[in-house]
């Protein structure tokens, strides 16, 4: 099958690397042609181009440029793309841009690998990146059109080969539960390191940065990633961020009353929960 890839990012690399192992021949579209020699020099892509006119043979295109771009990468596509072909993006967003991207291409189906790294670019890139890991399908209707049920099942035929887990949900329902497990706890780990880095005493603080181990390096992580991506999720989901950033700002004012109150019992309660509560999202 010939795949293109417009965005040879991170998450744009992992899937040419993934797709060739597959037996697939991959088009990479990148703004710029040093990315493309890149590219090409790593293995990600079977050919590389800056120009989209190079993907108009190509069965499937994914779309993996920031959430901004997206629809109008879409609506450019159209331009070029044979009717046949289908469209499918990554983005960490669904709700603000697949009824919007399907209106521009009818077989477009919304897609988002749940996978990622704290590294970014295409020399981040590996293989197996989406192994047992989560993929979002998020059909819509639109003018009474259901998403077409082929561009579907292909879109879910190749997060298979991926090896990952394929769900399907509509978009609002999806960028509700995401904000709960990857929005949420991006603003709130990053909200974690401005609180430490905020120490008022410079000794305190300058020893806390020498102390640092697993627990601050595993909190810390999602909120010392990508910054724009980071700024995506807020800015494209803002009402389930900020829905789930009130929630979480009721939580931790019951978990300061524990603590005024010397309430262990009831503190000890809250942890025994979180704890049995834990496995059912990480399996």
Not at 8 to 21: E, K, R, S, V, Y
Not at 202 to 218: N, P, Q, Y
Not at 222 to 238: F, Q
Request: a neutral charge.
């Amino acid at each position: 099958m010939k795949i293109g890839i417009v965005g040879l990012g991170l998450i744009g690399g992992c899937l040419g690397l993934d797709l060739i192992a597959g037996g697939h021949e991959v088009y990479g579209v990148a703004r710029r042609q040093a990315t493309c020699a890149q590219a090409l020099a790593l293995g990600v892509v079977t050919a590389a181009s800056t120009q989209l006119a190079s993907l108009r043979t190509c069965d499937v295109v994914f779309v993996c440029t920031p959430i901004a771009t997206i629809v109008p990468m879409v609506a450019q596509l159209a331009q070029v793309l044979s009717p046949q072909a289908v469209i499918t993006d990554v983005g960490s967003v669904k709700g603000a841009l697949v009824e919007k991207a399907t209106r521009q291409w009818p077989r477009f189906v919304g897609g988002h690998p749940m996978s990622g790294k704290s590294e970014a670019g295409i020399e981040a890139a590996e293989r197996g990146l989406f192994e047992g890991n989560s993929y979002v399908i998020t059909p819509v209707t639109v003018g009474g059109v259901e998403t077409d049920q082929g561009a579907i099942a292909l879109i879910e035929k190749l997060a298979q080969e991926l090896g990952s887990v394929v769900y399907h949900c509509t978009p609002a329902a999806h960028d509700r539960a995401v904000a709960w497990i990857s929005h949420l706890p991006v603003m709130v780990s990053a909200s974690l390191i401005h609180s430490a880095i905020d120490e008022p005493d410079e000794t305190v603080r300058t020893l806390a940065e020498k102390l640092a181990s697993s627990g601050f390096r595993d909190t810390s992580r999602v909120g010392g990633g990508n910054p724009e991506l980071g700024l995506m999720m807020a800015k494209y989901n803002r009402e389930e961020v900020v829905r789930s950033l009130k929630r979480y700002q009721q939580r931790i004012a019951v978990t300061i009353k524990h603590l005024e109150a010397e309430d262990w019992e009831g503190l000890a309660k809250v942890l025994a929960e979180t704890k049995a509560a834990r496995g059912r999202f990480l399996g």
